[in-house]
């Protein structure tokens, strides 16, 4: 079946150090769709990233993402972490036209002074 | 700015009681969803609705239903809740992007 994989679950990072949380993914759709959400302390998840075009760079808030569908990746990256940068952030795949997200377990970013 | 909104933001119960969560969603969209998010934070997608019709119906207890009565409201009843539902109730809408409300919280002790 289809699913998503966050091998961190934690990332704790100083601040102004680049960042990158991991995403890999499974599925036998061959129309897909990504996001990346991220989820402030009790607040809603919200979309930070999105992309379902291979090998294109996206760009939002100073984080970027590309999706890589020969190696199955979507990782999320910046290159100087800040403060407020410190929340939950989720990789999710739409697979097919059903809109249905898979997510995966999550990754709590922890950015340090 | 909220465009997904529930009530109530927490509910405390006992168990084997009857609770009801309300879902609106004021964005216009067909299809809205219902996700429990658990004490590890995570987020599994219960049900799917696109105008009123259940399209997706994952893997849940019978004592969860939801309830829709028209394209920008989708409730979720749960008949007779156990310890193990204890979780924050997330509802969504969508036309491509999923947008979320802020949740609602239920604990069962």
Redesign the interface.
């Known amino acids: 079946g289809d699913s998503v994989t966050q091998t961190e679950g934690l990332v704790t990072v100083t601040e102004g150090l680049p960042v990158k949380l991991n995403c890999t993914y499974q599925t036998t759709y061959l129309t897909i769709?990504f996001?990346w959400y991220v989820q402030y302390l009790n607040?809603?998840?919200?979309?930070l990233l999105?992309s379902s075009t291979d090998n294109k760079r996206t760009e939002h808030q100073g984080f970027h993402a590309t999706l890589h569908k020969s190696s199955s990746s979507f990782h999320l990256q910046k290159s100087s972490a800040q403060l407020s940068d410190s929340a939950?952030y989720?990789c999710a795949l739409m697979a097919g036209n059903?809109?249905?997200?898979i997510?995966g377990?999550?990754t709590?970013l922890q950015v340090q002074p | 700015e909220t465009a997904?909104f529930q009530t109530p933001n927490y509910h405390v119960t006992q168990v084997g009681n009857e609770v009801s969560f309300n879902c609106k969603q004021t964005l216009g969209h067909d299809?809205m969803y219902w996700y429990k998010q658990d004490s590890?934070?995570?987020?599994?997608?219960m049900f799917?609705y696109?105008n009123k019709q259940l399209?997706?119906n994952e893997t849940v207890p019978r004592r969860f239903s939801p309830q829709s009565s028209d394209k920008a409201h989708l409730n979720l009843r749960i008949k007779s809740v156990e310890p193990e539902d204890s979780a924050v109730y997330?509802c969504a809408s969508?036309f491509?992007?999923?947008?979320?409300?802020?949740?609602t919280r239920l604990t069962v002790l």
Not at chain 1, 98 to 101: E, I, M, N, Q, S
Not at chain 2, 40 to 45: A, H
Not at chain 2, 96 to 103: A, H, L, M, R
Request: no cysteine; glycine share 10%; net charge positive.
């Open positions: 769709a996001f607040e809603a998840p919200q979309v999105k939950l989720y059903t809109g249905k997200l997510f377990l999550g709590t | 997904v299809t590890k934070k995570l987020l599994k997608i799917s696109n399209i997706v997330l969508s491509y992007e999923q947008y979320f409300g802020p949740g």
